[in-house]
């Protein structure tokens, strides 16, 4: 159970290209989903926290309309990446907490590697 | 400030017990978890404690002290598919998650 599944998991584009990024629960709802991107060697950072109906949070230094985050469903939440660039080059990853517990565990999606050229 | 200090790699021989410790200092605690992560991949639950004491599951256990601010997690019987990161993640008191730099642990045969 508790099946986070992510897409694509590689994904290779032009600068300038907006990349969208797929997070879906698949055997449970999610009212809450996570957006995660880490670097090589180092731990994960989070980026925002996605609530299904509402406007994600944003870490600090987190750019808003760089990283547009929608969660339209408890089963589905989409990062994209606008006007992407090579500094955006990235491991990113999100997450799912099940059920309505704020403690519940996180659980993963495979992870998506992008790679701006 | 928040911080999570757990080792940065550990090695352990195949068939043995290895300790990963991890210490905090966080504003509350509603929890703290271990993850699995292989180079490449995204990390996957292993274990929650939210009281004092041990949890097993299996090969692993993990073990905590809230007062010490102290967790470690247990690893037995050590498989050569057990070379990973480890990684040591508090929930404070807003439930937010904050994770530590992860221990890589390498396994020799």
């Known amino acids: 159970g508790a099946v986070v599944s992510q897409h694509p998991s590689w994904v290779i584009c032009k600068s300038g290209t907006s990349v969208k990024i797929e997070c879906r629960s698949l055997?449970?709802?999610?009212?809450?989903m996570f957006w995660y991107r880490q670097f090589p060697k180092q731990s994960l950072m989070l980026m925002a926290t996605?609530?299904?109906?509402?406007?994600?949070?944003?870490e600090q230094g987190v750019e808003k309309d760089k990283f547009l985050i929608n969660h339209a469903s408890l089963t589905l939440s989409t990062l994209t990446v606008t006007s992407a660039h090579p500094e955006d080059s990235s491991f990113y990853i999100c997450s799912a907490r099940e059920g309505g517990e704020p403690n519940q565990p996180q659980h993963f999606g495979d992870g998506t590697r992008l790679s701006i050229l | 400030g928040q911080n999570i200090d757990q080792p940065t790699e550990m090695t352990a021989t195949e068939g043995a017990i290895v300790q990963i410790n991890c210490t905090y200092q966080?504003?509350?605690?509603?929890?703290l978890f271990w993850y699995q992560q292989h180079a490449g991949e995204a990390p996957t639950f292993l274990s929650y404690n939210v009281l004092d004491g041990l949890e097993e599951k299996g090969r692993f256990s993990s073990f905590l002290s809230r007062s010490k601010g102290y967790s470690y997690l247990l690893l037995k019987e050590l498989q050569m598919k057990d070379s990973a990161s480890y990684l040591c993640?508090?929930?404070?008191?807003?439930?937010?998650?904050?994770w530590g730099a992860g221990t890589k642990l390498i396994i020799k045969p």
């Open positions: 055997d449970f709802q999610a009212t809450t």
């Open positions: 993640a508090v929930m404070d008191s807003n439930y937010q998650l904050i």
């Open positions: 966080t504003s509350g605690f509603n929890g």
């Open positions: 996605s609530n299904e109906g509402s406007k994600a949070t944003y």
